[in-house]
């Protein structure tokens, strides 16, 4: 397992609101680094519910999850919490930004929050993250004056200013016109092929399904 970067061994969640549903059935794959991997199946499949697992922050399944080969299933709530901060970098179909902070701002908060750099050297590190993005001339303007597209781009700043070895995107392209949408697989990819950085990446969009390295597909709760 030296370069898996993920790996699951008969992953399996029940819901049990309005009463016990099964939603993942004894799944089992690999991720390797620097792998951009793609979560597709219809509405109701499992994916996001896989891609919480993944994350670490739904703990309520059986089986077993290995993140850079540590075992992570049955650490605390603060373990996960620790672990995620360190190597797990979120994008979501909403950016979630602080509409009163600015750009920078926006990108810098989970650096200050984890406390491991001085403040210097974090706005350093948002103001090349932005520059990446192509948005560095953004960096001081309100993140509610930004548009949807730049604020999605701010959002991937803000999930690589700890430097993740992974990236999780629940629909990171959902809220976006065909351009914006290129332009974050275009980001994407550069950082998996270039920074060797895993994305990990749950889409209902076939073509940007198609043009990760691999599609992973979920029917029922099982991997086809």
Do not use: C, W
């Not at 399944?61 to 919490?81: D, K, P, V």
């Not at 520059?131 to 959002?155: C, D, H, M, T």
Request: proline share 2%; aromatic share 8%.
């Amino acid at each position: 397992m030296e370069h898996t970067s993920l790996a699951v061994r008969n992953i399996s969640k029940y819901f049990h609101e309005p009463q016990r549903f099964q939603v993942l059935k004894n799944i089992s794959f690999d991720i390797k680094k620097g792998e951009f991997l793609s979560l597709v199946g219809k509405s109701g499949s499992g994916k996001s519910t896989l891609l919480y697992v993944l994350s670490t922050m739904d703990t309520d399944y059986s089986g077993e999850l290995y993140i850079h080969n540590e075992y992570l299933t049955g650490q605390t709530q603060n373990q996960l919490a620790a672990f995620r901060n360190l190597h797990i970098g979120f994008v979501f179909q909403f950016h979630y930004l602080l509409p009163e902070f600015s750009a920078l701002d926006n990108v810098m908060l989970p650096a200050l929050k984890l406390g491991k750099k001085s403040k210097e050297e974090i706005k350093e590190k948002a103001v090349e993250n932005l520059r990446l993005l192509g948005l560095e001339e953004q960096a001081s303007k309100l993140a509610n004056k930004l548009s949807g597209g730049q604020q999605q781009r701010v959002a991937i700043a803000r999930a690589l200013i700890n430097e993740p070895a992974i990236i999780m995107g629940d629909e990171p392209t959902g809220n976006l016109d065909s351009k914006n949408t290129q332009i974050v697989f275009d980001i994407f990819r550069q950082l998996a092929a270039e920074r060797g950085q895993t994305i990990i990446a749950v889409t209902h969009d076939e073509e940007f399904a198609k043009k990760s390295d691999r599609i992973l597909e979920l029917s029922d709760g099982k991997l086809l």
